[in-house]
């Protein structure tokens, strides 16, 4: 069972450029969300889903777009990467209660 | 103010020894709530949910009391392998049913 597939593990990126982390679930859950995970902060929610064509905002949003057109894939796009964005990304999905992680993806700006 | 509050320690304990976690949640609406462990450089992983009655899994205990808005996690007979950070999660049902964690407490068992 895949579960969760988040990539990609590991990305430079200069300032200004923009990239996409992907993530996909098998587990066809309709709830899936973003997080980044920082020293002493801990995860904090970037943006979630709930199905097919509907995304809404977590707690910090900002530089950051998402979309849903597949129950199964929830992408998340960096627009014009700053160094305020270096951290450890993870995409979640869950069903009725306990939400599975992607590996994570570790990354730098500069 | 955060949603989730923990100690983010370290705790050194010897293995075999007896430790406990707590953490505080500012939201009166959450409803749910866990224990994810993570593991150095890896993604969290459900440990086990807390139930209002309290509950038992092995060596691990988690307790719950919603009038103090209060959560725990006791590790029994500690071992080298439940070296991990400790993340105490809710579930508050206002709108989309997210989850909100703490910071994390970091464990290590020492030989």
């Known amino acids: 069972n895949a579960g969760v597939t988040q990539t990609p593990k590991f990305q430079v990126l200069k300032t200004g450029q923009s990239m996409t982390l992907q993530c996909a679930q098998d587990?066809?859950?309709?709830?899936m969300s973003w997080y980044r995970q920082d020293p002493g902060m801990g995860l904090r929610l970037i943006h979630y889903s709930v199905g097919a064509g509907i995304t809404d905002q977590g707690e910090v949003p900002n530089g950051y777009n998402v979309s849903r057109s597949t129950t199964e894939d929830f992408p998340l796009r960096l627009l014009s990467a700053a160094p305020s964005q270096t951290s450890v990304y993870f995409c979640a999905s869950r069903g009725s209660t306990e939400a599975f992680f992607g590996q994570g993806t570790r990354l730098t700006v500069v | 103010r955060k949603e989730v509050e923990q100690d983010p320690g370290p705790f050194n304990v010897p293995e075999g020894a007896t430790v406990a976690f707590n953490c505080t949640y500012s939201n009166s609406a959450s409803q749910s709530f866990f224990w994810y462990r993570q593991d150095c450089r890896k993604e969290p992983k459900l440990l086990m949910s807390v139930y209002s009655s309290g509950n038992e899994d092995g060596r691990f205990t988690a307790q719950l009391n919603r009038a103090s808005q209060y959560i725990s996690l006791l590790i029994r007979d500690s071992k080298l392998s439940d070296s991990a950070t400790y993340l105490c999660v809710v579930n508050i049902r206002t709108g989309a049913n997210n989850l909100f964690f703490g910071t994390g407490t970091r464990l290590t068992v020492i030989p």
């Open positions: 587990m066809n859950h309709e709830y």
